[in-house]
């Protein structure tokens, strides 16, 4: 008679056993299920235990094979994206202010698992701090006219959301959607994905949230200087990003694409500085926020 | 079959002779097992007086309100949730902040559907980012909390309304800042002290922060309110 699988699996793990005690460094591989192929970018079944330098892009090649186990309507899909701890989450953002040349954001920093807590939560931090910071700023302006009685501009909240959601979600959109058309014919890289646009544009508009504090102090000269250094700073890790991405296809293509990232950000933040931070003498000026939301701007004029 | 019939009456052969007449009573216990109390106490519920029903709600509300202001570990909050306090706390806390600024369209504080919209919202987010990140706290546990949390700060609202009849600058400003800053502080250790049994140990930071944030919110809009000139 045949003997029954679970005598074969006993054996199996015996000799096993041996194996290791005799030599406890060796790699080992194990399998569940029954396939005879064993390729590495299979749904999770297959574990590799190997040594460290392996390991990091071995894990990185599974966790992208697992990731789209689960279908988007499970509360797990959506897990994935969350799965950071503190201290990732702080790497994140620091190496998001530090961009040195050569330092690919998505490549080193996100090493393949981005998340959407830091995007999302630095979006809606921002905005607070945006409106927060506008409105300090327009009442210690005002504070030596007799006629000014404080008011809380709650509505720039609403305003400031619209704006930063709608860049932090269209742009990369539209910077995922044709560096993918451009990698069509090319298939040497792996492009990026949708989700490492959306998490390297999130984690880039942190240094906006101290300049936007910073802005309250009320010297002009000072608002235009930490423009120019968050500009510099925010724009060179999307470009630093974007650039091995780009620099493969013509020259032409390849500057206007970086051109069109940089233009893009100088935009949101000196329209975010001229909307949200008026000077006292100047009546409000309608916003030179980026085209699409141009329409939502020339409503508010008050 | 017919074995069977006929082993049956084999069987019964020796009691054929014991006649029962009349009734003949019988003694012993039955024993029905009872559900929870609680469960015993729906069905009952419909018996008794309105006053007693929305007591023991109050009641329960009350208890809540005074394990806020006293921050343990207390199992009442999260155990028996109702959202009834955040209800009530939300919609005291968004009609005092109306009826202030001349202007009421645009540049003034926040409406009522702003504030409401902020609260709820807020909270269904903070929660989804807390089970998001592994958190094993249940969805309407931690509105809850968030919610009974939102006290301080209503409390401090009160008191910024009185000092504002006072006048809106100098001393009155300062006062209020000291409130607001002190509720604020007391609504996010309060909340933290409920929820952080439930998160994983390296993300705690992780969901602290949008707490914080929201709280510090809220504050800031209790901080800005302005009354007509």
């Keep these: 008679t045949m003997a029954s699988p679970d005598d074969l699996k006993f054996q199996e793990f015996e000799e096993a056993t041996d194996l290791l005690l005799a030599d406890p460094g060796a790699s080992t591989l194990s399998m569940s299920g029954s396939s005879s192929t064993a390729p590495a970018g299979a749904t999770g079944d297959i574990k590799l235990d190997m040594s460290d330098d392996e390991e990091q892009e071995e894990s990185s090649e599974l966790l992208r094979g697992e990731k789209q186990t689960s279908g988007f309507w499970t509360f797990e899909y959506y897990q994935s994206f969350f799965n950071v701890d503190t201290m990732q989450v702080l790497d994140r953002v620091k190496g998001s202010v530090m961009p040195l040349p050569g330092r690919n954001f998505i490549k080193r920093t996100l090493q393949s698992s981005p998340d959407l807590y830091g995007p999302f939560w630095i979006c809606v931090t921002l905005v607070f701090s945006l409106a927060i910071s506008g409105n300090l700023s327009t009442f210690l302006n005002s504070l030596g006219s007799p006629h000014y009685h404080y008011r809380p501009q709650f509505h720039r909240v609403t305003i400031a959301a619209v704006v930063i959601f709608l860049y932090a979600w269209l742009v990369p959109l539209g910077v995922w959607g044709f560096l993918t058309w451009r990698q069509r014919e090319e298939r040497q890289q792996r492009g990026y994905s949708f989700l490492e646009t959306v998490c390297v544009y999130g984690y880039s508009l942190f240094i906006y949230i101290p300049t936007s504090v910073l802005w309250i102090l009320p010297f002009e000269w000072l608002r235009w200087l930490l423009i120019l250094v968050a500009m510099v700073i925010s724009g060179s890790v999307l470009v630093l990003t974007f650039w091995p991405a780009v620099r493969d296809d013509t020259k032409s293509t390849a500057f206007a694409t970086v051109a069109t990232i940089v233009v893009l950000h100088a935009l949101l933040s000196i329209g975010c500085k001229m909307y949200f931070f008026q000077t006292a003498t100047c009546t409000p000026v309608p916003t030179l926020a980026p085209n699409h939301t141009a329409a939502i701007m020339t409503n508010k004029t008050h | ?229």
């Design chain 2, 1 to 229: 079959m017919a074995e069977v019939e006929e082993t049956g009456k084999l069987m019964f052969a020796d009691l054929s002779d014991v006649s029962i007449s009349g009734d003949i009573p019988v003694q012993g216990e039955i024993n029905v097992p009872v559900g929870t109390p609680s469960q015993d106490k729906e069905y009952s519920t419909l018996d008794e007086p309105v006053k007693d029903t929305i007591l023991r709600d109050l009641k329960a509300v009350g208890k809540k309100f005074v394990h806020v202001m006293y921050p343990k570990k207390s199992s009442a909050l999260l155990r028996d949730w109702d959202l009834w306090g955040p209800l009530l706390l939300c919609v005291t806390l968004a009609l005092m902040l109306q009826g202030g600024s001349v202007d009421r369209k645009d540049d003034g504080g926040p409406q009522f559907a702003e504030v409401f919209v902020i609260i709820w919202f807020g909270s269904v987010i903070i929660t989804l980012n807390s089970k998001l990140l592994g958190g094993t706290i249940s969805f309407f546990q931690s509105l809850c909390v968030l919610g009974y949390c939102i006290m301080p700060l209503t409390v401090a609202m009160v008191v910024c309304r009185l000092v504002l009849l006072g006048g809106s600058w100098g001393f009155s400003f300062i006062v209020r800042l000291i409130v607001v800053t002190a509720s604020f502080s007391w609504s996010t250790f309060a909340s933290t002290a409920f929820l952080a049994d439930s998160q994983p140990p390296n993300r705690k930071a992780l969901v602290v922060y949008p707490v914080f944030l929201f709280y510090f919110v809220i504050g800031w809009m209790i901080l800005t309110f302005s009354p007509s000139a």
